[in-house]
């Protein structure tokens, strides 16, 4: 089996979505190829969320928001939404997902904690997942 691709997308791939790619390059250990965007890029990544992410020993501080384009969605296997609504164009065949999650946006370290672990737990199932289907 060829490696699987994952796009995490969310609005403004600085906080929910960069925290996903971050754990699935960290525990994938390059068996899934890993990207991320958003539908209306931040300028920068939300650096609360890079110091939520370092102190898991993850380091995402040089990641930068891109813009969700039609062909990053057709060239992933899987595509993991976060609140982006109906801005991911839709392919037949592909694994699509929508995580509820709160944005961390505005909020301060001891907030982002729990959004971090939750994104955490869902990485590690959806790896565990296509772990399996190899």
């Given at each position: 089996m060829t490696t699987p691709s994952v796009l995490f997308?969310?609005?403004?791939?600085?906080?929910?979505?960069?925290?996903?790619?971050g754990y699935l390059?960290?525990?994938?250990?390059?068996?899934?190829?890993?990207?991320?965007?958003g539908s209306e890029p931040a300028d920068a990544i939300n650096q609360v969320a890079?110091?939520?992410?370092?102190?898991?020993?993850?380091?995402?501080?040089?990641n930068r928001p891109a813009i969700l384009t039609t062909d990053a969605v057709r060239e992933a296997d899987v595509v993991i939404t976060m609140g982006?609504?109906?801005a991911c164009p839709v392919f037949p065949g592909?694994?699509?997902?929508?995580?509820?999650?709160?944005?961390?946006?505005?909020?301060?370290?001891e907030q982002v904690r729990p959004i971090r672990d939750?994104?955490?737990?869902r990485v590690s199932r959806l790896l565990e997942e296509l772990d399996a289907a190899r």
């Open positions: 997308v969310c609005v403004h791939n600085a906080g929910r979505s960069q925290m996903a790619a390059q960290a525990l994938g250990g390059g068996r899934v190829r890993v990207y991320s965007a890079v110091a939520a992410m370092s102190e898991k020993g993850i380091d995402i501080a040089g982006c609504g109906d592909k694994r699509y997902e929508d995580w509820e999650l709160d944005d961390p946006a505005g909020l301060d370290l939750e994104i955490e737990a």
